[in-house]
């Protein structure tokens, strides 16, 4: 047999069905996904300190309010981009936000002003809520995680607020 049929043979014996295997394979997994970015609806985020959650945002809608350090309530409104919402959605996936438990750190006491992050993201089936106390003395890892996502929510409303120069 020539080097050029060896490699014929080769290739239909091995690769094709190896491609056919995982094809078959992960085809499923991909498509039944729980949080896919085709099927998001909205996204709200809110923070503040202990029960309080002045400073909201809501995709839906699109308003956003917040205190400035001038301890007034601002009120404005604008849109995330298609961009913005793959953005999130991909460094959710990342930093796996799917797997974080419903509560990250525990509700303290009266006395302590105590920051607390509202996350939640709506698709068509399913949504995922996380709700983050600053005093958290668990996993460092799941900490850094859940900081991590909360600063990329906070820097994507940001730009998007730039953006919408209002």
């Given at each position: 047999?020539?080097?050029?049929?060896?490699?014929?043979?080769?290739?239909?014996?091995?690769?094709?069905?190896?491609?056919?295997?995982?094809?078959?394979?992960?085809?499923?997994?991909?498509?039944?996904?729980?949080?896919?970015?085709?099927?998001?609806?909205?996204?709200?985020?809110?923070?503040?300190?202990?029960?309080?959650?002045?400073?909201?945002?809501?995709?839906?809608?699109?308003?956003?309010?917040?205190?400035?350090?001038?301890?007034?309530?601002?009120?404005?409104?604008?849109?995330?981009?298609?961009?913005?919402?793959?953005?999130?959605?991909?460094?959710?996936?990342?930093?796996?936000?799917w797997n974080f438990p419903?509560?990250?750190?525990?509700?303290?006491?009266?006395?302590?002003?105590?920051?607390?992050?509202?996350?939640?993201?709506?698709?068509?089936?399913?949504?995922?809520?996380?709700?983050?106390?600053?005093?958290?003395?668990?996993?460092?890892?799941?900490?850094?995680?859940?900081?991590?996502?909360?600063?990329?929510?906070?820097?994507?409303?940001?730009?998007?607020?730039?953006?919408?120069?209002?």
């Amino acid at each position: 047999m020539s080097s050029r049929g060896k490699k014929i043979f080769l290739a239909i014996t091995i690769i094709v069905p190896m491609i056919i295997y995982c094809y078959i394979y992960y085809k499923p997994i991909i498509q039944n996904a729980p949080f896919r970015k085709d099927d998001f609806v909205s996204m709200q985020y809110s923070y503040g300190l202990k029960d309080t959650l002045e400073n909201t945002y809501d995709s839906k809608t699109g308003v956003y309010q917040y205190v400035n350090n001038k301890d007034s309530v601002v009120t404005k409104k604008f849109f995330l981009k298609s961009n913005d919402v793959l953005y999130m959605h991909r460094k959710a996936n990342e930093i796996g936000l799917w797997n974080f438990p419903d509560t990250i750190g525990k509700k303290s006491d009266k006395s302590r002003l105590v920051p607390r992050y509202n996350i939640t993201f709506n698709y068509k089936k399913k949504s995922k809520h996380v709700t983050i106390y600053g005093d958290f003395d668990g996993n460092p890892k799941l900490l850094d995680a859940a900081v991590q996502m909360r600063k990329i929510i906070q820097e994507t409303l940001l730009q998007a607020e730039k953006r919408s120069g209002k």
